[in-house]
């Protein structure tokens, strides 16, 4: 017989009994989420008050580290509060608004690198139709459509949940999952099963896609020119490259996670691994551009000066 009880919360059960670690753990990822939200502010400053990057490659830039600030912080203030939790509830208004933020920002994690990859295609294949094509007004477009896309997947797939009825509300992760949130559904149709997998396909699979293609492109041209142009192209897209790699082994970690039981893996490190994506991506990005990337880093040296100067 079903269980036919409102349910109004769901259980993080993840969290389990964190015992006297927890002022410890909560230390390390108040530090954490902390240097997070102050690497991606420093870029997104030193590129909005230095007129010289305002250019495709950095507006797009600017937008990932916004991004990065907004998935963050849609993880770690409620991881937060879950760690002084004696029951570790979170209600179903604030679990759906995590997913909504969590699965918009990975959303445009993934459009805003293929818009970066298309960039660097433009740069690299098209030198002198650059200005032409990948102007000031076509990149802020391009920005907008990369957020409204991702609220409208993300809306057609929440669709499948918000009318579900729950008859459990046991959730085994540290946040709200798509998947294991329709598991608790007390019925549930193949659209409902699949729906977080189109959602994956029209945010991940199609923005790999189009990066594919861009790099491949890239490469054909490197393949035909200067040493010179080579390593300025290597310059400019390894940090793409990496943040690339880097998403995906993370999209991979929570797909298994959530999908399948991997007994055989310590509770701890499952759950670090489920947040992988939110772990590491944040800081990934910031340090990535910001110390590889040389007008970047020029451009932070003087914002460093002039701040001494005003100061002293």
């Known amino acids: 017989m079903e269980n036919t009880t409102k349910i109004w919360s769901f259980v993080l059960a993840a969290y389990g009994n964190i015992g006297e670690l927890k002022n410890l753990y909560f230390s390390i990822m108040l530090l954490w989420y902390l240097s997070i939200c102050a690497a991606n502010t420093v870029l997104i400053v030193v590129i909005y008050v230095d007129r010289r990057l305002h250019e495709p490659m950095y507006i797009l830039l600017c937008n990932l580290s916004v991004n990065e600030i907004v998935g963050s912080t849609s993880l770690y203030p409620l991881m937060l509060s879950q760690m002084f939790s004696d029951t570790h509830e979170v209600t179903l208004p604030w679990c759906f608004l995590q997913m909504c933020f969590i699965y918009i920002s990975a959303s445009v994690e993934f459009c805003s690198l293929a818009a970066m990859a298309y960039d660097r295609h433009v740069s690299i294949c098209y030198p002198l139709r650059y200005n032409i094509i990948m102007n000031t007004g076509k990149v802020v477009s391009i ?32 946040f709200c999952d798509h998947h294991l949130v329709i598991k608790l559904a007390c019925s549930i149709s193949t659209p409902n099963n699949i729906s977080d997998l189109l959602f994956a ?53 929570h ?26 991506q944040p800081i990934v990005t910031p340090f990535m551009y910001g110390f590889n990337l040389p007008k970047i880093r020029h451009s932070f040296k003087r914002f460093l000066v002039d701040r001494k100067q005003m100061f002293f």
């Open 143 to 174: 920005v907008l459509v990369i957020w409204m896309y991702s609220i409208f997947s993300f809306i057609f797939s929440f669709s499948f949940i918000i009318s579900l009825k729950f008859c459990g509300n046991i959730i085994d992760k540290v």
């Open 201 to 253: 396909f029209v945010t991940i699979v199609i923005p790999f896609s189009l990066i594919l293609v861009s790099y491949m492109k890239i490469l054909t041209v490197c393949l035909n020119t200067s040493i010179e142009n080579k390593q300025k192209a290597v310059t400019t897209c390894t940090p793409q490259i990496v943040s690339v790699s880097n998403l995906f082994v993370g999209c991979i970690f």
């Open 255 to 280: 797909f298994v996670d959530s999908r399948f039981h991997v007994a055989q893996v310590p509770d701890k490190i499952r759950i670090i691994l489920s947040v992988y994506l939110l772990l590491c």
